[in-house]
């Protein structure tokens, strides 16, 4: 599944630019708070008018603090999946329920530098784990690839039935890395302006979707 982050898109043309990833299959988007990581984007309203015109379902990575009070509201619009950071949790099994509660799935979003292991107890209260393979913040950052141990464990995790769960990466995909991401076990993949600074968002679209599902094919079964 292919995820064109919003962060890279116009955004003063942001109803535009939706249509633009109508070949995608979830539109990402980055609701920072300025406070949890040090930078500022959309909130609810904003968030909002999106989802009345984006032609594909909105994945809506909250980084933010206090996201048991926010994250149900992003759910409620009509997001299909809401994910909140396992570092700004104070109890993410009930966060959790409350997305899922108010009408999406609910996802749990690691920092690079947080370990899997510390959250195993509470994974299968979520729907979709987030690996961060950049530190959260900023779009155009390059592929930390050290991450990808943690998407391979959570792989098998998945494969072994331990684990009933999407694994999607952010930051840094793109043509030369998308292999590396599917083949470590990602099956969801937030690309930025690997999408949006293609002259073709369409065919760019497709491409990464072809490299992933070829790196797929060659991991074990």
Not at 54 to 81: F, K
Not at 188 to 209: H, K, M, N, T
């Amino acid at each position: 599944m292919i995820a064109p982050s919003l962060l890279s898109a116009d955004f003063a043309r942001l109803a535009d630019e939706t249509a633009r990833i109508a070949d995608a299959d979830w539109l990402h988007v980055d609701v920072m708070d300025a406070h949890f990581v040090p930078n500022l984007t959309l909130g609810r309203p904003v968030v909002e008018a999106i989802a009345r015109v984006s032609p594909v379902p909105l994945d809506c990575h909250l980084m933010i603090e206090d996201p048991e009070r926010w994250a149900p509201g992003y759910a409620e619009l009509g997001a299909r999946n809401v994910t909140v950071h396992a570092e700004a949790c104070t109890d993410p099994p009930a966060v959790a329920r409350d997305i899922r509660a108010a009408g999406a799935l609910a996802g749990l979003a690691l920092k690079p530098g947080t370990p899997l292991e510390a959250y195993l107890d509470v994974l299968p209260d979520f729907d979709t784990l987030l690996v961060m393979t950049v530190e959260p913040g900023f779009g155009g950052q390059a592929f930390m690839a050290k991450v990808l141990p943690k998407v391979r464990e959570a792989r098998r995790l998945v494969d072994s039935g331990h684990l009933a769960l999407f694994l999607e990466v952010d930051g840094g995909i793109n043509a030369d890395t998308i292999e590396q991401a599917a083949d470590a076990g990602a099956d969801v993949f937030v690309a930025g302006s690997a999408v949006y600074g293609a002259a073709d968002p369409a065919a760019a679209i497709a491409a990464l979707r072809a490299r992933a599902r070829t790196a797929t094919g060659r991991r074990p079964a």
